[in-house]
Structures are given as structure tokens and as C-alpha cells.
């Protein structure tokens, strides 16, 4: 567990040397979208499941963002949800994609305090 936590934080790293090459925000999300390209449905399945990994890795602190779907919850509901919130809020597209993805299911399966 070490070693893939050790490996993990390596790629994040390096990740953050080359982030502004691969940087999508929230209208080139929505262009895909739109297109019905794969991407879209990848980029969305891939954010929801990394943040739910961390999540089970260590839970976020408190009074941060969190996601609590339903366990019986599916991609194509989560693609959704995020398909319908960047066509109603056009104005919110500039931000990070990743960062509406997840605020949006927070706000559609926020978690009981």
C-alpha cells in the first residue's frame, strides 16, 4: 500500500509540471459533451471515481465538498447530472472541469451532516 501511495504522489507531482498543457475547463467539457464525444463520458466517470477513491483512501475534512451518490448510483446518471449543469449554467464553464463535475454532484447527492 505504501509503494502505490508513494507512486501515486510521484504522479501527481508530475502532474503538476505539466498541468497547464493539459488543462480542461468547463467549456471544452461542454463542447465534447455536446458532440457526444467519449471523452466526455470518461473525463466525468474518471473524476467521479478518483474522488471516490481518495475519499475511501482518506476521508476529505471537514466542511469541505463532498459527494455521498447512491451506491446503486450509475455512470450514465452521473454523466448526466453533469451534462445538465453545464447546459443550464453556461456562465460557470470558465472553471476547472473537474471542479464542477464534483461540486455538482455535491449539490445533486450532498451528504448528510
Not at 27 to 50: K, P, T
Not at 78 to 97: C, G, I, M, W
Request: proline share 4%; glycine share 6%.
Amino acid at each position: 500500500m505504501r509503494v502505490f501511495i508513494a507512486a501515486l504522489v510521484m504522479v501527481i507531482g508530475l502532474s503538476g509540471q505539466v498541468k497547464a498543457a493539459n488543462y480542461l475547463n468547463g467549456n471544452e467539457l461542454h463542447s465534447r459533451c455536446q458532440s457526444n464525444d467519449n471523452v466526455c463520458y470518461h473525463y466525468v466517470i474518471g473524476v467521479f471515481d478518483a474522488y471516490l477513491m481518495f475519499q475511501d483512501l482518506d476521508r476529505l475534512q471537514e466542511g469541505k465538498v463532498d459527494v455521498c451518490s447512491p451506491p446503486s448510483v450509475t455512470g450514465q446518471q452521473v454523466l448526466d447530472v453533469t451534462k445538465k449543469y453545464l447546459e443550464e449554467n453556461p456562465s460557470q464553464r470558465h472553471f476547472s472541469a473537474a471542479g464542477i463535475v464534483i461540486s455538482t454532484l455535491a449539490e445533486v447527492w450532498p451528504c448528510k451532516k
